[in-house]
């Protein structure tokens, strides 16, 4: 089992003291390390629109490299714009995933576009950094990842991975809409697809992860890390009703695999949940584990969705997770 | 070329069509069958809040094409479920006999916010000589893409040498031309091939030349070999003002090819416009060209983007 050491809350866009575009929600942080600092990335958004509805767009942090809760640069203005007039991110770039590709980052991403029947719909787009990660420009205007005949709508949470020169994007897919008193639901589980380049996809075409919560259980956020002969991966779940608040909110998961294809769910392992009390105590989200100077660090969002911000957690144990 | 009008063939207001269909006999596109000709179209019904659902029905004529002798009196394909991309309508069908199974590649429309809607290209089977389809999957099988980022539509499918080919429409760019009028949307025609008519490679690029402007809309390709040449007929209209003004509105265009690849566009060969007056004088649209017993028959719309039915020309020898 993980044992994790919670460190605290490190951002929350609503403490800022200057003046600044971020209003509300750091959601889905995704780090990419650098000499003296890590970036974290992540979505975050402007007061709501004159209508009452919010966009999101890719922000970060700079963290100082010896001491992660030092934020030594806070991210101006959105670093990709949204799409154009009916493209499929012109309402929102949320979820995200960074990578370095040598001399490139890139950023994949859920688009967010709005639709009449049900509130939205999401497919997942490249955007790309030739200045080491400050700004991006989307590869074109539509995704990368789009609709097919089992994956008939909301492509997203992607989290995209390099092994052995090829190409890895786990994500999820929507598998129905459920009708509610109020607006409609969506059902969505973790997929993969494979890549040699990165923009040109094959979809595995199967649910990795067998559902716990019963059929109607929201998968998200397959965040995959590669240790010791194994590939880990920490994710989301939710029930697909009540979700808002602690009772069916997000939870921790965690299932591992020796060859990316089957994937054994033991949610106990994850050692990840919400707290007595505090910003995460109704739930926890959107984990990101990486490895930076010899530790093991879990990031991730806490109550109503990452409203109020992204916070930390260090491993303790197994010790074989840490560098020697 | 030159096309001699055999007239309107079909008007949607004589006929009981099923799911509470009036008005709208769209894109017709023919199956030959032993027996007879099945013309699906696509209809309309209104729903709950007075907005229009394309739906696909049929219309059997006898094999010269002159007589109706069966018409669709059941629901040929269902729409999709809640968010799906076929959820409000399918409009056109095109339909290509493989074997002993019908392919229909559907457009299906899902409506939006900030534009009115969007659209992908899905695939059913029959097996009943096209009575019935059903539908693989709940999604699309050509959607958006890098390139493409919207307005899939419009499939017409070949078998030659062995290989599916697709021609198509994507959209390019949603453009206001007015301040305070909703945007119009751009689109261009473009061509994929297959080897399993499931699974699609593009060619990622406009394959017909724009005459009119940049922002002309390309759509309904429909392609026939004769004489050693490839001809693809298709409709084409400036992207605003295309509704009431005729002027602005469909025309049937023309190009021709020796490799499939390849295509010169040359408008002034079509060998059809619109009449003086009548029922195809103010637009013509959604061309589908067949071949029956020797001869090379056009179906197409005309006014009001087949508020009144479909009409039928022959292709002279």
Known sequence: MFKWEKVGKIFDPRDQKNESWMQEFAQSPSVLIYERHVRVYFCSRPSPTLDGQYLSFLSYIDLDRENLFKIVNICKEPILKLGAYGTFDEFGTNPISVIRNQDEVRVYYAGWTRCESVPFNGAIGLAISHDNGDSFTRLGEGPVLSYSPDEPFLLGSPRIRKYGGKWYLWYVSGKEWLQTDGKPEPVYKIRMASSGDGINWVKFGKDLIESKLGEHECQACPDVIFHDGKYHMFFSYRYSHNYKGKEGGYRIGYASSVDMINWSRLDEMAGMSVSEHGWDSEMVSYPHVFMLDAQTYMLYQGNEMGRSGIGLAKLDSPKNWIAK | ?317
């Open chain 2, 1 to 317: 070329m030159k096309w001699s009008k055999l007239g309107k063939k079909f008007d949607p207001r004589e006929y009981a069509l099923p799911n509470n269909c009036g008005e709208f006999a769209q894109s017709p596109q023919a199956l030959v069958i032993s027996d007879r000709v099945r013309v699906y179209f696509s209809t309309r019904e209104k729903d709950s809040v007075g907005k229009y659902i394309s739906r696909i029905a049929f219309v059997d004529f006898d094999k010269i094409m002159q007589n109706i002798i069966g018409i669709s009196n059941h629901t040929v394909i269902e729409l999709g479920k809640l968010g799906c991309f076929d959820e409000h309508g399918i409009f056109p069908i095109n339909v290509v006999r493989d074997r002993n199974r019908v392919l229909a590649y559907t457009t299906g429309w899902n409506r939006k916010v900030s534009v009115s809607a969007d659209a992908s290209i899905g695939l059913a089977i029959s097996h009943d000589d096209g009575l019935t389809f059903q539908k693989q999957g709940k999604g699309p099988i050509l959607s958006a893409s890098l390139n493409e980022p919207f307005l899939i539509g419009d499939a017409y499918v070949a078998l030659h040498g062995g290989l599916y080919h697709m021609w198509y429409i994507y959209g390019t760019k949603w453009k206001k031309f007015v301040e305070s009028d909703p945007p119009d949307r751009i689109y261009k025609i473009a061509h994929a091939t297959s080897e399993d008519g499931l699974n699609w490679h593009r060619d990622g690029r406009q394959i017909i030349a724009d005459r009119l402007n940049a922002d002309e809309c390309q759509a309904l390709p429909t392609v026939f070999h004769r004489d050693g040449k490839y001809h693809m007929y298709f409709c084409y209209r400036q992207a605003h003002g295309f509704r009431k003004q005729s002027n602005n509105a469909y025309r049937i265009g023309y190009a021709y090819s020796n490799d499939l690849i390849n295509w010169e566009r040359d408008d002034s060969k079509a060998g059809i416009d619109v009449s003086e007056d009548g029922w195809d004088s103010e637009m013509q649209c959604y061309p589908h060209t067949f071949q029956l017993d020797g001869k090379v028959y056009m179906l197409y719309n005309g006014n009001e983007f087949g508020r009144f039915g479909f009409g039928l020309a022959v292709l002279q020898e």
